[in-house]
């Protein structure tokens, strides 16, 4: 036997690599305007994209844009309004998506230096998400649908008008903000749980339908996180002995979940998975 490594002092498998550059792109970050989703949408403005949220309370989806870096000249960014827990969600996402590509043909036409976001993307983090906290038999139909409309079938929707432009562009990222729930399961959140492993099963398909067109669909599952979300649990007397089944002994921050995006972002062969970020509060079999 004869090692291919012992054949030359430099390693003939290695392959030099430039880093992609993020600069330029286009991105969609939904639940940009707060704790997870502004994250990921500061991470990627920090990046050079032009970066655009979407989230249901337009003052402080403003809030949060103003609060983007510029980093590169030229940079947009933009916000969009929609309640995606509603049964009109495709509706309202139809519309939006098209008032964006008027409004990008008129400024590329104009001026491309204005302030507006694009009509197609090539990054879209699906991360606006609500939780649950009633036992299944106590979950009414109302708050079944909205949790299932918001986590699970307004993202789908949303990918299917957003994925054409990857398509012929021949490069995309796509990443879905799942949970520890869905895996590890949790009292109190059947339907969050299902809505989270919904994600997994349409990100896993998903992405053996797209890689060869160069798009990587992933799931990033977060465990306790400190954001509003979780804020009256970590504020609780219930916090300490969660912390107890925390390895890493700390609730997570948001750039834990954010820079885990990125990574996934940067990467060219990472697809089809569902990275656990909890502190080891779950570990995947
Ligand atoms: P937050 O409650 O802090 O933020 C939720 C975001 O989603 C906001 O931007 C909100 O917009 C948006 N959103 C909620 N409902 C709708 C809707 N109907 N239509 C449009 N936008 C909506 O949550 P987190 O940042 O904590 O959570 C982000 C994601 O991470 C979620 O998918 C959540 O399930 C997941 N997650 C979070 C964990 C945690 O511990 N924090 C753990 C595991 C998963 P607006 O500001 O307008 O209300």
Known sequence: YQSNYSTSTNNVYYKQQEPISLVG?????TGGSRGIGYG???ELAERGCNVTILSRDETRGKEALGSLPLTHQNQRHGNLVADLSSSNAPKQIDSLLASLKSTTTTDDQQDSSSS???SSFDII??????AQSSLFMRTNP???TSIINTNLVSPIYLTRQLIKPMVQ????RIIFIGSVVGSMGNKGQTIYGASKMGVVGFSTSLSKEVGSFGITSNVVSPGYTETDMTASIIQSPLASKILEKIPIGRFGHVNDISKTVMFIIESDYLTGQNIHVNGGLFTSP
């Open 125 to 130: 983090v699906h991360a606006a998400g609500i």
């Open 40 to 42: 990921i949408a500061h």
């Open 142 to 144: 109302e708050e079944t």
């Open 116 to 118: 507006s976001s694009s």
């Open 169 to 172: 562009s021949k490069w995309g």
């Open 25 to 29: 792109k286009n991105a969609l970050v």
